[in-house]
């Protein structure tokens, strides 16, 4: 059993959480290194080429911590391009590409491979790490980023078997599986995983300064001058509920309500869907300008049929915004308290719980007042949580 104060390596493909975990855990005192894709230091001219990948690194963990390949990664992405691979064959390349570089890492750097450390990789891109890590004796934890096969029932994304197959070897070999919510633990158990090797873990959220002392006030009636806000902030798929949220804005259509989505669109058109004029299609913003979204709007929406946590619960209620919210996700909301829960995912559910905000904006004035990030969700808490995880499986 590893000591609370055993090292861990994190190996994390892309920016996940804004790298929640390595932090939390730099700031406990364990994190001895984490291995990512892809890290810009300030100033690097690798910041030019993308947009995205100017947000690939935080300042809270140094250089020093870091291992990384941006360079051949940028080198893999353009062969790619070339060969015109996408889709799920892109996907698994990348996977194997991120995983072969990482083994190669823990096995050549001393600084990496001395002693036993915990080795902390996310689910799909991690098997051939965790298979390494137990050749070498050390303790292996999986972050399960989402509730596994089961999304396949509610949005077919043709994921092929080896994907599923894959994900199943690795629950198999982790010695511990980390899932971010009750829901997602119930899922996988009933994939077969071992209930015992299975630790609910939220993710975490710190609100950035741009929020603190923010206040959130309501009109004493909404007008077609003043309409209701509805924020949607994600991937606009099936899975995420977004086909509901705009059947439920045609129910609304002679209601003052202004639908916002926010994020890239993942659905094929349909005629229901057109022309409505109390939405409005944002598109993908990059992560520092969600602010603007969250500030500006009334209440948040998630309305997701089956996701492992979801994050931008937490950044609304860092804006103090109400949240709906389905009960296939992370326990953020509170019924009455500090949002609503949907007692189904449908379109009528989604407009009575918009009608009950439009015709009581006392009721989200008292939700506003309630909806902040609880300390379960701080970094502190949940490298507590990792920790304890592990050392008392």
Known sequence: MPSPSTSWICCQLGAREHYAVPRALRRSGVLRALLTDAW????????????????????????????????????????????????????????????????????SEPLLCDSTPVLFAYSYAALDLLRFAKSRGWTTVLGQIDPGPITERFENHGA???????????????????????????????????????????????????????????????????????????SGTRLKGLPALLDAARLLADKPVEIRIVGRMHLDADPRWRNLANVRFIGPVPRSATGKHYRQADVFVFPSFCDGFGLTQLEAQAWRLPVIASRFCGEVVEHHRNGWLLPEVTAQAIADALTMCLENPGALTLAAAQSKVSTRFSLASVAQALVKAVSTQ
């Open 160 to 234: 092929p078997p080896e994907y599923w197959r894959d994900a199943r070897a690795e629950w198999a070999i982790a010695d511990r599986i980390v899932c971010n919510s009750s829901w997602s633990r119930e899922c996988l158990v009933a994939e077969g995983v071992l209930p015992e090797k299975i630790a609910v873990v939220p993710l975490a959220c710190e609100p950035p300064a741009e929020t603190l002392g923010f206040e959130r006030r309501y009109p004493a009636e909404f007008s077609m001058r003043r309409p209701l806000r509805v924020l949607f902030l994600g």
């Open 40 to 107: 810009l230091t300030p100033g690097s001219p690798f910041g030019m080429l993308s947009r995205k990948l100017r947000e690939r690194r935080h300042p809270e963990l140094a250089a020093s911590l870091v291992h990384s390949w941006t360079a051949p990664l940028l080198a893999f992405e353009f062969s790619a391009r070339l060969r015109r691979l996408r889709g799920w064959p892109l996907i698994l390349e990348r996977n194997r590409w991120f995983q072969q570089r990482a083994v190669r890492a823990l096995a």
